[in-house]
């Protein structure tokens, strides 16, 4: 199943995408089940699917207004320095344990819409980066494990305002600015993708390519950050973990390329789809 949460008519809701347009499925497995963190915390992804054989859709891409795939995860945690390359154009050194900092869910943006420069800033930087999230309560979970724990799979561009991520050896400040995260366009889910480690991810900015790597470069593979990042905090359904961001990110390039207002930024995974955001200037309060 492809999921997708959106605003039709100015209220939120969910679907799932089909041949021909969307599902909607906001309130229709269970009148509770108003959005995807609610339909993977009551574990009803087999009812969905069952409710989806052979519907055909009700709603048009013209009808809704994307949000972000999870409007409300509990957690969104962010995993740093996790392809070989981007650790080494940074400097830094080999570590024993994954690089985890968190963004804030109100960050976030749809597919579509804006990432938005803050003004303060001229380092706006794009990071193309693959998202998992979390179906099944996970605590202490072994990486044999782990996998079994997933809903699926989607799409992020963790923007980076550099100067503010380094004002201290903590990134927090430079990962959550308003507007800067984006997630989508849906969630996939693992049955529809196989062994995620045969998917390449790919960022172009201006249609440029920027970053390219595959999943099976990661130093820390999924199944590590699952059981690392459940051995601190219970992961919850609907949780978000970011994977890490490939070499080639622009403040470190010679010389550094960052995004600015008119730019376009898009960030492709295999089988996932393609993230598309244009930048745009915050704007004055």
């Not at 052979?54 to 891409?61: A, D, E, S, V």
């Not at 900015?205 to 590590?224: R, W």
């Amino acid at each position: 199943m492809k999921l997708i949460s959106f605003t039709r008519a100015g209220k939120p809701g969910f679907g799932a995408v089909v041949d021909g347009g969307i599902v909607d499925l906001t309130g229709k497995i269970a009148p509770e089940v108003t959005d995807i963190r609610a339909l993977l915390e009551r574990d009803l992804m087999a009812e969905t699917a069952a409710f989806l054989s052979g519907r055909k859709p009700g709603l048009g891409w013209a009808d809704i207004q994307l949000l972000p795939v999870l409007p409300n995860p509990n957690k969104i945690l962010c995993i740093g320095l996790n392809y070989l390359k981007h650790k080494q154009e940074t400097g830094r050194p080999d570590v024993e344990h994954p690089t985890v900092f968190t963004r804030f869910a109100d960050t976030q943006i749809a597919h579509g819409q804006p990432l938005v420069k803050p003004a303060i800033s001229e380092r706006f930087d794009y990071e193309g980066e693959l998202a998992i999230i979390i179906g099944k309560p996970a605590r202490n979970v072994p990486e044999a494990e782990a996998l079994d724990h997933l809903a699926g799979y989607s799409i992020y561009n963790d923007g980076s305002v550099r100067d503010w991520q380094r004002h201290t050896i903590q990134f927090t400040p430079g990962k959550n600015f308003p507007g800067t995260g984006a997630f989508g366009p849906y969630l996939v889910t693992t049955d529809e993708i196989g062994d995620y480690r045969d998917l390449g991810i790919e960022t172009r900015l201006n249609g440029e390519v920027m970053q390219k790597a595959a999943l099976s470069d990661l130093l820390f593979p999924l199944e590590t950050l699952v059981a690392y990042c459940s051995t601190f905090t219970p992961l919850s359904p609907g949780d978000v973990i970011v994977t890490g961001t490939p070499g080639g990110v622009g403040d470190k390039r010679n010389p550094p390329v960052y995004m600015f207002p008119g730019d376009v930024v898009e960030v492709e995974i295999d089988n996932l789809g393609v993230l598309r955001n244009p930048i745009v200037a915050e704007q004055a309060p």
